[in-house]
């Protein structure tokens, strides 16, 4: 019985656990950011796209 107490005291103890989270908050954040740029610039891009094509079939080619 006593070690299965020293085993819960070492797991509350250990500061293993709170640094995976923090890593892992970390990785949500830093995913989230990632995300929101890549929309944003693949918006603009489909803009320019868009406008180049436009130009190119109203120019007639010329």
Request: glycine share 8%; net charge negative; proline share 2%.
């Amino acid at each position: 019985m006593q070690n299965m107490f020293n085993k819960v005291r070492r797991f509350l103890v250990s500061e293993d656990g709170p640094t995976a989270v923090e890593y892992a908050v970390m990785l949500a954040l830093i995913i989230i950011v990632c995300l929101t740029a890549i929309s944003s610039i693949g918006t603009e891009a489909n803009t320019t796209f868009s406008t180049v094509a436009d130009s190119i079939k109203s120019g007639g080619g010329s």
